[in-house]
Every structure is written in C-alpha cells, then in structure tokens.
C-alpha cells in the first residue's frame, strides 16, 4: 500500500466505503489512506458475515472487500451482496494478484479486482459512477 505523503489526491465527490479485512492493523492503516483522499468510511468488517451486515445497516456506495475472510470468502459475501435490489458496488482485493483468481472474477459479480498495493481513493473513484 503507498505510503501517505501529504499531497494525496482529494475527491471530488466523497465515495461512502465499507471496509472488510480480517486483519485490524490493515483496516486502520486503509482507513487512514482513504479518508486522507476524500473518502468517507462509513464501517469496517473482519468477516464475511458482519461484512452483509452491516453492508445492509450502512449502505455504503462501495464495499471493499478482502477475498480471504476467516468465515466465507469475499466472493460468496459479493455472490450475497448481489441479490439484493440496489446492490453496492463491490471491490475485492488480496495481497495475491489477479491471475491467482483469474477464473472465479470472471465469473463474479464484483466491479473489480485491485491488489492491496494499488489501493487509492482514486482507484476506487475511478469505479463507481
């Protein structure tokens, strides 16, 4: 994950993020980066589970959502997230690269796919309208 420098790129519109990831130290530090871009964290998750939850008590615009939750994985919580009417969109990320998931993406209904490295409030701007 890029360091905060100071100079980070502030949003124009503020996107609403959920964040879920299993490790803690990990969710502040992401937090921390985001909020400084613009963005408003609304909630964090560390499982699959909570991660519906309060994805339906908050209603965020996006999730972003680690693929490794100690429960049920990010792509079975995104399958969930889905269903509903006004689904949010959904970022799945992993310290892994996209090709370890290449076939299970493909058939995913998430917006996309972006390694724990290249995360930004830019990137996530970027893909929601």
């Not at 964090?44 to 959502?65: I, K, T």
Request: charged residues 25%; aromatic residues 4%.
């Amino acid at each position: 994950m890029r360091p905060l420098r100071g100079h980070e790129t502030i949003l124009p519109v503020p996107i609403n993020v959920l964040i879920v990831d299993d490790d803690a130290p990990f969710r502040l530090t992401l937090r921390a980066l985001l909020e400084a871009e613009g963005c408003v964290v609304v909630g964090e998750a560390a499982d699959g589970r909570s991660a519906v939850a309060e994805a339906e008590r908050l209603r965020p615009a996006l999730v972003l959502l680690d693929i490794q939750l100690p429960d049920v994985d990010g792509f079975e919580v995104a399958a969930a997230l889905a269903q509903w009417p006004d689904p949010p969109a959904v970022v799945l990320t992993s310290s892994r690269s996209a090709s370890s998931y290449r076939r299970r993406l493909a058939d995913s209904p998430v917006r996309a796919f972006i390694p724990k490295s290249e995360l930004s409030g830019e990137a996530l701007a970027a893909l929601v309208p």
